[in-house]
């Protein structure tokens, strides 16, 4: 009966365990629009990795969540989920429908649209980044003074993989 509670009790710290390190470093998220169609859909759940920008840095490219300024109807501060397109230090220019980053044009094979609406000119400042959605002509992102620039301390992490829907599940490029 000693040996049988024992093991019990191991088994529950252990799962308490497992519990507390899953829920520290990934979280799970459903995306809720269409701003980063056609790579991330409506009703896509993901991982998010908490833990990875606490030991490094944000890279262009990298799909991050964040807390934005926005409220949800029910007065939540909403989080979005947008690609990276520009680090603290970057030149962003936007202009005739083409992105270049430090002078270079950005080649993006991700996109839903070739076309890029926007008339930007600015160097990202330290600690902030500059965001978009895949879906250039319905997001709502860091072209918009609405959202504007991220500051880096509201991203909850980075998504790096899709485990629904089934045919679709891997890693997130």
């Known amino acids: 009966?000693?040996?049988?509670?024992?093991?019990?009790?191991?088994?529950?710290?252990?799962?308490?365990?497992?519990?507390?390190?899953?829920?520290?470093?990934?979280?799970?998220?459903?995306?809720?629009?269409?701003?980063?169609?056609?790579?991330?859909?409506?009703?896509?759940?993901?991982i998010i990795n908490r833990f990875l920008y606490k030991r490094g840095e944000p890279k262009r490219g990298d799909i991050v969540v964040f807390r934005s300024n926005l409220r949800t109807e029910t007065g939540k501060q909403k989080l979005l989920i947008k690609r990276i397109i520009a680090i603290p230090g970057d030149k962003i220019e936007i202009t005739e429908g083409e992105i270049y980053i430090n002078g270079s044009k950005l080649e993006e094979n991700y996109v839903a649209d070739e076309y890029t609406m926007g008339d930007i000119d600015l160097t990202v400042p330290e600690n902030e980044i500059f965001v978009m959605g895949d879906n250039r002509g319905n997001s709502l992102d860091s072209r918009d003074g609405i959202l504007g620039?991220?500051?880096?301390?509201?991203?909850i992490g980075k998504a790096f993989v899709r485990i629904f829907p089934f045919n679709k599940v891997g890693l997130l490029k």
Not at 7 to 28: G, M
Not at 36 to 41: F, K
Not at 149 to 155: E, M
């Open 1 to 46: 009966m000693k040996d049988e509670m024992i093991e019990w009790a191991k088994t529950i710290v252990i799962s308490l365990v497992i519990a507390l390190l899953i829920t520290t470093f990934i979280k799970p998220t459903i995306v809720k629009n269409f701003s980063m169609s056609p790579t991330l859909e409506e009703n896509d759940f993901l």
């Open 149 to 155: 620039l991220v500051d880096f301390d509201t991203v």
